[in-house]
């Protein structure tokens, strides 16, 4: 049970870490640090296949010299890392010298670990597409078998993660893909709200700004008498028509007949993640999403909103000079089947502003490769607080393309903003 506790958590802290990223060097960055922290060790590194050579090259590395972690390539068959993906089968080795191996003078200790990458729960292929090697653990203790499981599940994930990054590779390289992301921009367009409701005793509005190429980004307000008025932004792994097409089951089932009612936020994201759940494993996606509710009060001096995320940003809160920012520090919706979801609950006072959005938004680069960046939001929301809602969203949005100017940009762009009147 301990062990098993150990990997959810491990998967949630990971599932966390790559919200936002796209990047097949990034997301084994990150990987790699969170894979460092659970396990405790001081160096690893990610090894995937070139096809065409048929062998495994470092595409990430943690706490190799420069040099090694960019020439290292390793034959199949060959060497532990080229073993354990020819046999498809983890390998844990307390002291390498009780093979007759001598470790090299950069490593410090004598125990290590590798599993091939090969992502049997998501039924991408039982072929493995790389392998994962840690070593060095703080301490100097050998890893035992609960560490190579814990491993095995990490590598498992990881699996899922470059799988995804292939295909968005193929898909900036493919005719065939852009015109399906045109049909996706097409089909994300006609989910988006045409108006914006009128919460009472807030002003509310929405807006997206679509990339090039449309990444499943959504917003929406639900309204209706007797529940409490709602505001979702939420955003869908990947891109193309199966992202698109995503986000239009995730709108189905926000809007059926159990979503509309007066379920907490948390519970919401909890029967969201059930009814989704099988899908978005099917087609290897996860959907992050921040679900905020207005509550009724009868002080009229403050409104209490009350929000939970589901791997998402948190709302970002202005009152008076300074902002809160609190996630509930939950998972993805499609990561773990029976997911617990929690909620914040924050008062807003008149002229406070709250501010939903998605990571196209603060991950946004100019021409420098710098980032737009939360404090930039902040800077922008400071400065025009007066302004209306709907004209806060839209400058905001503006202001980032200014910001990047003739860098396009690579996610889309969307802003939900509720202002206390």
Known sequence: ????????????????????????????????????????????????????????????????????????????????????????????????????????????????????????????????????????????????????????????????????????????????????????????????????????????????????????DYFDFIEAQGIPPSAVVADVAGHSVSAAMMMSAFRSALKSGWGLSMFSPGLVAERMNAQLFEDLSAAEQFISMVYLQVLSSGDQSKTTVKYTTAGHYPPLILHGSSFTSHSTMDVLLGVERFADYHEKKVDIYPEDLILLYTDGLVDAKNELDQKFGVERVKEFLKKNRDKDSERIAEDLCLAVKKFTGRRKLSDDVTVVVLKKE
């Open 1 to 216: 049970m301990k062990n098993d506790t150990r990997q959810l958590s491990a998967l949630h802290d990971l599932s966390k870490s790559i919200v936002g990223v796209s990047k097949m060097e990034d997301v084994c960055k990150q990987i790699l640090a969170k894979t460092a922290e659970t396990l405790k060790v001081n160096k690893a590194s990610i090894m995937k296949l070139d096809p065409n050579r048929k062998t495994l090259k470092i595409v990430a590395a943690l706490g190799l010299p420069r040099g090694v972690s960019e020439n290292a390539c390793v034959k199949i068959g060959e060497g532990i890392s080229g073993r354990v993906f020819k046999l498809k089968k983890p390998m844990l080795i307390k002291d390498v010298r009780a093979l007759g191996m001598m470790p090299k003078k950069r490593y410090s200790t004598f125990s290590l670990m590798s599993a091939p990458v090969t992502c049997f729960p998501m039924k991408v292929g039982k072929n493995p597409i790389g392998v994962i090697n840690v070593t060095d653990r703080k301490g100097g203790r050998p890893f035992s078998k609960e560490d190579l499981n814990l491993l095995t599940t990490i590598a498992n994930q990881t699996a899922a993660y470059l799988h995804i990054c292939d295909l968005a590779e193929s898909a900036r390289e493919s005719e065939h893909i852009r015109q399906e992301l045109e049909l996706a921009k097409t089909i994300q367009e006609r989910l988006l709200p045409r108006r914006a409701p009128r919460f009472e005793g807030f002003q509310v509005a929405g807006f997206c700004m679509t990339a090039e190429k449309v990444g499943g």
